[in-house]
């Protein structure tokens, strides 16, 4: 197991040299210019490795999964075609290990980016929001249809208590894309890229991500490529949108239906951790040969489907029981977001991606892997 560092590229806040200077031994980077569904060049990749100025590219992520491919559309076949030639082309210049994700339309998912905690900011997501934010500003058809009624009771109750700020602000995070969201949205053109999963049950949504995996596993395999898949985040739906990969049961479906090495997980511990029936120490031991990559960060989780993020090694998830069966393992991983913390508080970064708040919990992890490897 080994520290890496999501690196957004040269718009990237933060420089290569900042990201070198926190002892990370890898970067978690992609092309996040390319159009979803193009073929990254081998050129464009050669690029990419050189503005690492010599950081070694650990970990793709990610090859995001073209809406065409997650609809099984008429396009597919074409765009499976597109994704096998990223592989190959990743490969050939020497990167072995691509996380990507199977969610529909949205990506990781927050209503609000700027909850105070003591010692700095955090990233949240509040199960009250999300339901106000579902039955009166999106206005979903059928949407109350999906929640119990004393949450819809109490979505109303908030809903009365929200300012137009508060609105806009949870509209705003919800449709303009967070880093590594692969769009961003109007209310208007949310509905029309929403209206598809009406048709799509989570059975056949799952039959599209084994037709993705049959596909693209065996030239993995060929290719001695890891690929890793993201988890839900949050692991619920979402506006109604379809999540498979969310729970225990889901993982072990997933990795069944291709059974080989290449066809692999991103442990994501703040993903899988904020759902409350998520064993987390369980799931790392049951799957530790299929996990290729690896997401630190933690959550303390709420009631109505809410949960904040916390520092790394304070909140609901136990770290250190879930590092454990995984340090021998030469895996990559990240500290996954961080606090607002000294000097990130007065220069713009992305949210959730800070340089002094992830470096702490990058040296946490450091501390906590070092420490358990001593006694292991």
Same mark, same amino acid.
């Given at each position: 197991?080994?520290?890496?560092?999501?690196?957004?590229?040269?718009?990237?806040?933060?420089?290569?040299?900042?990201?070198?200077?926190?002892?990370?031994?890898?970067?978690?980077?992609?092309?996040?210019?390319?159009?979803?569904?193009?073929?990254?060049?081998?050129?464009?990749?050669?690029?990419?490795?050189?503005?690492?100025?010599?950081?070694?590219? @650990?970990?793709?992520?990610?090859?995001?999964?073209?809406?065409?491919?997650?609809?099984?559309?008429?396009?597919?076949?074409?765009?499976?075609?597109?994704?096998?030639?990223?592989?190959?082309?990743?490969?050939?210049?020497?990167?072995?290990?691509?996380?990507?994700?199977?969610?529909?339309?949205?990506?990781?998912?927050?209503?609000?980016?700027?909850?105070?905690?003591?010692?700095?900011?955090?990233?949240?997501?509040?199960?009250?929001?999300?339901?106000?934010?579902?039955?009166?500003?999106?206005?979903?058809?059928?949407?109350?249809?999906?929640?119990?009624?004393?949450?819809?009771?109490? &979505?109303?109750?908030?809903?009365?208590?929200?300012?137009?700020?508060?609105?806009?602000?949870?509209?705003?995070?919800?449709?303009?894309?967070?880093?590594?969201?692969?769009?961003?949205?109007?209310?208007? @053109?949310?509905?029309?890229?929403?209206?598809?999963?009406?048709?799509?049950?989570?059975?056949?949504?799952?039959?599209?991500?084994?037709?993705?995996?049959?596909?693209?596993?065996?030239?993995?395999?060929?290719?001695?490529?890891?690929?890793?898949?993201?988890?839900?985040?949050?692991?619920?739906?979402?506006?109604?949108?379809?999540?498979?990969?969310?729970?225990?049961?889901?993982? &072990?479906?997933?990795?069944?239906?291709?059974?080989?090495?290449?066809?692999?997980?991103?442990?994501?511990?703040?993903?899988?951790?904020?759902?409350?029936?998520?064993?987390?120490?369980?799931?790392?031991?049951?799957?530790?040969?299929?996990?290729?990559?690896?997401?630190?960060?933690?959550?303390?989780?709420?009631?109505?489907?809410?949960?904040?993020? @916390?520092?790394?090694?304070?909140?609901?998830?136990?770290? &250190?029981?879930?590092?454990?069966?995984?340090?021998?393992?030469?895996?990559?991983?990240?500290?996954?977001?961080?606090?607002?913390?000294?000097?990130?508080?007065?220069?713009?970064?992305?949210?959730?991606?800070?340089?002094?708040?992830?470096?702490?919990?990058?040296?946490?992890?450091?501390?906590?892997?070092?420490?358990? @490897?001593?006694?292991?």
């Amino acid at each position: 197991m080994y520290p890496t560092w999501r690196w957004y590229g040269p718009n990237d806040p933060i420089t290569i040299d900042e990201v070198k200077a926190t002892g990370a031994q890898g970067a978690v980077t992609a092309l996040h210019h390319v159009k979803n569904g193009e073929v990254w060049s081998r050129p464009a990749i050669q690029q990419r490795k050189k503005e690492l100025d010599g950081l070694p590219w @650990s970990v793709v992520e990610s090859v995001p999964v073209h809406e065409g491919i997650k609809q099984n559309m008429t396009e597919a076949p074409s765009l499976l075609e597109n994704y096998k030639a990223c592989i190959r082309n990743l490969a050939a210049e020497g990167i072995n290990t691509i996380c990507y994700n199977f969610m529909p339309v949205l990506d990781w998912t927050r209503t609000r980016l700027t909850v105070p905690v003591t010692g700095g900011t955090t990233v949240a997501l509040y199960g009250l929001d999300l339901a106000a934010f579902d039955l009166f500003i999106f206005k979903r058809e059928g949407a109350e249809k999906d929640y119990p009624a004393d949450l819809l009771a109490r &979505a109303q109750e908030h809903w009365e208590t929200l300012t137009k700020a508060d609105k806009e602000e949870i509209t705003d995070n919800m449709l303009k894309g967070l880093p590594g969201a692969e769009e961003s949205f109007t209310l208007e @053109s949310f509905r029309k890229v929403v209206a598809p999963y009406r048709q799509i049950s989570r059975s056949v949504f799952k039959d599209n991500l084994r037709r993705f995996l049959e596909a693209v596993v065996p030239v993995a395999e060929e290719e001695g490529v890891n690929l890793t898949i993201h988890p839900d985040d949050p692991p619920w739906p979402v506006v109604g949108l379809p999540r498979i990969v969310s729970t225990h049961a889901d993982l &072990a479906e997933l990795l069944g239906m291709v059974d080989a090495t290449a066809n692999g997980l991103c442990l994501c511990t703040g993903s899988l951790g904020a759902r409350g029936d998520n064993d987390l120490p369980a799931m790392a031991k049951a799957f530790a040969d299929r996990i290729h990559f690896l997401h630190f960060r933690n959550v303390t989780k709420g009631p109505h489907a809410s949960f904040a993020e @916390s520092g790394h090694l304070i909140g609901d998830v136990d770290m &250190a029981a879930v590092m454990r069966p995984l340090l021998e393992r030469n895996i990559p991983y990240r500290p996954d977001h961080g606090f607002t913390l000294l000097d990130d508080r007065k220069r713009r970064t992305n949210p959730g991606y800070s340089l002094y708040g992830r470096m702490k919990g990058l040296a946490e992890l450091e501390g906590l892997r070092t420490g358990l @490897s001593a006694v292991s």
